[in-house]
């Protein structure tokens, strides 16, 4: 089983849309949990981190489900510029990400 | 705002020959790491590295590997013996302590022939 699993996508939205996705995890002893946003060819950048309560960061929301082991982002009110890879990753020691595949989000105007 | 670099920015290698992939870390940062990504697959772990040691690797980080920080700026990842499956993004990281943001380098596509 794969440490983290992603719904690849595509997801094609429309400006001022909302979309959601979701990724679980295998390893239930996962310290810490973030969203990286990849444009192409690009490195990964930190999106926001993902806390135990949900947390919220402008346009974006975030939330664990730790009994579920999956965690989701939502985006609101889409922007053309929000089309981007979305990469789960959680961190399962003191150094090391895990990353899922990605999550592709395509905004179209 | 301070950035991890990294030096080249494309790599053309024969099989076989070794390589030395560059990154100058955030200068207060004291963990390194390097990740690669081969086209179109997720991002990977390879090594992380603090105070002149490697504090963890992944299974793909085998005896072709090495990394080295030779000076104060530095840090260096070396691949003794390309193949072709070495290529890939190869991303280097860094953050303050080990357990936060770790801040990634725009990244060396090596592409071995």
């Known amino acids: 089983r794969k440490e983290v699993e992603q719904d690849p996508g595509p997801f094609n939205v429309p400006e001022g849309a909302t979309v959601a996705f979701n990724c679980t995890y295998s390893?239930?002893?996962?310290?810490?949990f973030f969203w990286y946003r990849q444009d192409c060819r690009k490195e990964p950048k930190l999106l926001m981190s993902v806390y135990s309560s949900g947390n919220e960061d402008g346009r974006f929301t975030a939330q664990l489900n730790r009994a579920s082991q999956y965690i989701s982002l939502l985006i609101r009110d889409s922007k053309l510029s929000d089309s981007a890879t979305y990469l789960c990753v959680v961190k399962y020691s003191d150094y090391k990400l895990s990353f899922g595949a990605g999550t592709t989000v395509t905004v179209r105007a | 705002e301070p950035e991890v670099t990294q030096t080249p920015s494309h790599q053309v290698t024969q099989m076989g020959q070794e390589v030395i992939l560059r990154c100058v870390p955030i200068s207060n940062h004291l963990y390194f790491y390097w990740y690669r990504q081969i086209l179109g697959q997720k991002v990977e772990f390879l090594v992380s590295?603090?105070?002149?040691?490697?504090?963890?690797k992944s299974e793909i980080f085998d005896d072709q590997f090495s990394v080295e920080r030779p000076d104060g700026s530095n840090f260096t990842l070396k691949i003794r013996s390309t193949k072709l499956e070495d290529s890939a993004m190869y991303f280097c990281a860094s953050s303050e302590w080990g357990g936060n943001e770790q801040f990634f380098g725009p990244g060396t596509r090596l592409t071995v022939l």
């Open positions: 590295f603090y105070n002149n040691e490697i504090s963890e």
């Open positions: 390893n239930s002893a996962s310290q810490s």
